[in-house]
């Protein structure tokens, strides 16, 4: 738990311009990601240990305070980065891998609730765009960017784009104008 926090404060530090105690503070105080990423990794060190109460209890705290909902039993690599959380559920079973970046009301969870043991998995360097959801067994694969409203149910492979894809017809209207 303590490495991969110290990870993650290493990693702000590279985007940060403020010195060193304050951009933690800072971003313990008022960057609703990190906090939930803080907590995550306590909920989880609860998890692992078999600590029953605890995980849970920290789970539901990080979402009522952050509004990111994740599981205790993800496993989440250093340096994952939330920007604007809000909506964002991460279930269980879930693994993502280092230096990712989600942003808000993105879902990685599992098709149904029969089958809550098909979580996706995200390699390293992988962002993921506002509403996307990744969703049942599927791999990400390394340095692969999922845009935005995409729904990824089959896998990735690493380097790829995937982009929602929204095609519009357009007609004109009857009837406008006319007598």
């Given at each position: 738990m303590f490495d991969n926090l110290r990870e993650d404060t290493r990693r702000l530090r590279e985007v940060k311009s403020k010195p060193f105690p304050w951009y933690v503070v800072e971003s313990l105080l008022f960057e609703t990601g990190y906090q939930a990423v803080v907590l995550h990794r306590i909920a989880h060190a609860f998890k692992r240990?078999?600590?029953?109460?605890?995980?849970?209890?920290?789970?539901?705290?990080?979402?009522?305070?952050?509004?990111?909902?994740?599981?205790?039993?993800?496993?989440?690599?250093?340096?994952?980065?939330?920007?604007?959380?809000?909506?964002?559920?991460?279930?269980?079973?879930?693994?993502?891998?280092?230096?990712?970046?989600?942003?808000?009301?993105?879902?990685l969870g599992a098709p149904t609730l029969s089958r809550i043991g098909d979580m996706p998995k995200l390699g390293d360097r992988v962002t993921v765009g506002a509403g996307a959801s990744v969703i049942g067994p599927v791999t990400i694969g390394d340095d692969s960017f999922v845009g935005a409203h995409a729904l990824v149910t089959t896998d990735v492979p690493a380097g790829s784009k995937v982009l929602a894809r929204v095609e519009v017809e357009v007609r004109p209207r009857s009837g406008v104008g006319s007598s």
């Open positions: 240990r078999g600590i029953p109460f605890f995980g849970p209890l920290c789970a539901r705290w990080n979402q009522f305070l952050t509004g990111v909902d994740i599981a205790p039993a993800a496993r989440i690599g250093p340096g994952l980065r939330i920007a604007h959380g809000t909506g964002l559920v991460i279930g269980n079973g879930v693994e993502i891998g280092r230096d990712c970046l989600l942003m808000h009301g993105v879902t």
